[in-house]
């Protein structure tokens, strides 16, 4: 076997080179002995090498059925694989799912516990100190929820405990903003709060027991009527405990829902603002910002009904000011 052909170089220059002819001849001698005929030549084919040997099947080559269940067989490996990889990432985001409850939960302990005051009770202990939430127990039952009397054995104490329905949309949310708010505040004006559970799908607020109830059931009994001295005091409680909230705090407590009923009466008639799960927190000289429409119809500001202004501290105001009109 020979080879012809041709090089050039230039090194790190260039130029063009032109060919314009060449002849070849060979000596070389070629023995005839094919192993077999040859293939038909084309008239432009140049004839076969004397050492030609026609082309033969390998015996290794894989037939095409074999090629087809191989495809098939690696296609069903991948898929089995993918079905097990699915189920064992859904496995996995379910635990995740059930961890982040377990991790709320916890997240929802720590904020509320790291305030001064208030502490966590089991479902137990407040079904206890109910009697297994007796009717017999019941003070008061509203949107939210109801509020039954209770007696706290350990420490002998008596208690209000709001049960928060679990058919209230915004249960979970106003429970939550009324522990974190109202465990912060430190007013005599303003109902104390003594605990707080999350149990067994149940939201549970433990407050301070006011004799008198809330001051909607004075203003309208057909029993007993507050005489003037009363009324005075309450107004001036109830506006002292508004200037606290709106400015003798580190942040501005909007309440969004100062009513009689929210308003509670202890024994001496002293006045105590409650029901924070409607209250935001925000910056001093700044408004909420929110649009959802929050507090109760005849008490809110023309402004925030009409949904042309956020709840702020001055729509509060306003609703003291209903207020102030049914106490005289």
Request: aromatic share 8%.
């Amino acid at each position: 076997m020979s080879a012809v052909g041709f090089s050039a170089a230039t090194g790190g220059k260039s130029e063009v080179h032109h060919i314009f002819s060449w002849s070849f001849n060979s000596t070389l001698e070629m023995k005839k002995n094919y192993s077999s005929p040859p293939p038909p030549q084309d008239k432009n084919t140049p004839p076969p090498p004397n050492n030609y040997t026609p082309p033969h099947k390998d015996k290794n080559m894989i037939s095409t059925p074999v090629i087809i269940g191989m495809v098939a067989c690696t296609f069903l490996i991948f898929s089995l694989v993918g079905i097990l990889i699915c189920h064992l990432r859904w496995k996995r985001l379910v635990k995740r799912t059930r961890e982040i409850d377990d991790i709320t939960n916890e997240s929802i302990d720590y904020e509320f516990e790291k305030g001064r005051g208030p502490k966590k009770f089991s479902y137990g202990e407040l079904a206890d100190a109910t009697n297994g939430f007796l009717e017999e127990n019941k003070l008061g039952e509203r949107g939210f929820g109801s509020v039954y009397r209770g007696v706290l054995n350990d420490e002998n104490i008596n208690v209000a405990v709001k049960r928060v329905s679990k058919e209230s949309k915004q249960g979970k949310k106003e429970y939550i903003s009324e522990v974190k708010i109202i465990s912060q505040l430190r007013h005599r004006n303003l109902v104390q709060l003594i605990g707080w559970c999350h149990d067994h799908g149940e939201f549970l607020l433990v407050y301070e027991l006011m004799h008198n109830g809330s001051l909607d059931k004075h203003l309208y009994s057909t029993e007993s009527s507050l005489t003037w001295p009363i009324r005075r005091n309450i107004a001036l409680e109830l506006g002292s405990a508004l200037l606290y909230l709106h400015e003798g705090w580190q942040q501005c407590v909007v309440h969004r829902d100062i009513k009689p009923s929210n308003i509670m009466l202890d024994s001496s008639f002293n006045a105590k603002l409650g029901d924070f799960g409607l209250a935001r927190l925000i910056d001093h000289n700044q408004d909420l910002e929110t649009t959802i429409v929050a507090g109760t119809k005849g008490y809110m500001a023309p402004e925030c009904v009409l949904g042309t202004a956020n709840s702020s501290t001055q729509s509060d105001i306003f609703s003291f000011g209903i207020v102030l009109l049914e106490i005289t």
